[in-house]
C-alpha cells in the first residue's frame, strides 16, 4: 500500500495527558500537511511542511501543538495537556513531487482522538 | 476571509443525476478541488478544476465558472456507494493549505 498512513487510529486519553501521533507520507512526497476535522465540518488546516522545514503554522495550533517531521519523510503531532475541545480527528496529507502549489493533497485515513 | 459555501444535504434515488453546488471567496485563487468522505474516511481526491469549463472523469463530473465564482460537482448514475459527503475546496492565498467548506452530505436511497 502506497497511500498516506496514520497511527494510532484511535486514541482516547484523560483531560490533561499528552499524546503523540504519527503520520508516514505517500514516499516521493515532499510536501506533508496537518488538519483537524470536527463532526460536520470540513477539515481546517494546521501546519504544513516542505521537506523537514515547517513553512506554515494555523492560528487553530495553540501552543499546546507542536509537529516535527525530522527527517523529512514520517511526521509527528503532539498535543500536551490534552483538553476536552482537542477531541476531533487528525487528519494527515501529502503532495507531491513537482513542488507547485497546486499539487493534489491525499489524506491519510485519520487518528480519531477522544479526551475524556 | 476566505470561505466556501455549499449546501448541507441533498438526496436523490439510485440511477438519478444530482448537482453540489460551490460558491467560494478567496484572496488569490487557483483553483477547485473537490473531495468524498464516507463515515469515519478518509476524504478521497475526486477532482480539480483550475481552468473554467467541465471536467470528466467517469460518472462524475466537475464544473468551474472564475468568474462566477462558482463551481459544481455533478454525479451521474447514482449508487448507494455514492452516499457520503462531499467538500469543495480552494488553496489559501498561499497557495499551501486547502480551505474546505463545510461539506454537503448525499444520501442516495433505492
Known amino acids: 500500500d502506497t497511500g498516506v498512513s496514520q497511527d494510532p487510529r484511535h486514541k482516547i486519553t484523560k483531560r490533561g495527558q499528552n499524546v503523540t501521533f504519527r503520520c508516514d507520507p505517500i514516499?516521493?512526497?515532499?510536501?506533508l500537511y496537518w488538519y483537524r476535522q470536527t463532526l460536520g465540518q470540513g477539515p481546517e488546516f494546521l501546519t504544513y511542511?516542505?521537506?523537514?522545514?515547517?513553512?506554515?503554522k494555523s492560528r487553530l495550533l495553540s501552543n499546546r501543538f507542536s509537529a516535527e517531521r525530522p527527517k523529512g519523510s514520517f511526521s509527528t503531532l503532539e498535543i500536551q495537556r490534552t483538553e476536552q475541545g482537542d477531541s476531533a480527528m487528525y487528519l494527515c496529507?501529502?503532495?507531491?513531487?513537482?513542488?507547485?502549489?497546486?499539487?493534489?493533497?491525499?489524506f491519510g485515513p485519520g487518528t480519531r482522538l477522544t479526551v475524556l | 476571509g476566505q470561505s466556501l459555501e455549499q449546501p448541507s444535504e441533498v438526496t436523490a434515488v439510485e440511477g438519478a443525476i444530482v448537482q453540489i453546488n460551490c460558491t467560494y471567496q478567496?484572496?488569490?485563487?487557483?483553483?477547485l478541488s473537490w473531495y468524498q468522505q464516507h463515515d469515519g474516511g478518509a476524504p478521497t481526491f475526486l477532482s480539480y478544476?483550475?481552468?473554467?469549463g467541465l471536467e470528466e472523469t467517469g460518472r462524475f463530473s466537475s464544473f468551474l465558472s472564475r468568474s462566477d465564482s462558482y463551481g459544481y460537482l455533478l454525479l451521474q448514475e447514482l449508487q448507494m456507494k455514492d452516499s457520503a459527503s462531499y467538500f469543495c475546496?480552494?488553496?489559501?492565498?498561499?497557495?499551501?493549505?486547502?480551505?474546505f467548506g463545510k461539506g454537503t452530505t448525499l444520501s442516495v436511497s433505492s
Open positions: 475546496a480552494a488553496l489559501n492565498q498561499a497557495g499551501t493549505a486547502l480551505i
Open positions: 496529507a501529502s503532495s507531491g513531487v513537482s513542488g507547485g502549489g497546486t499539487d493534489t493533497q491525499y
Open positions: 478544476n483550475a481552468l473554467d
Open positions: 514516499s516521493e512526497h515532499n510536501r
Open positions: 478567496t484572496s488569490g485563487f487557483y483553483g
Open positions: 511542511f516542505q521537506n523537514e522545514a515547517q513553512l506554515e
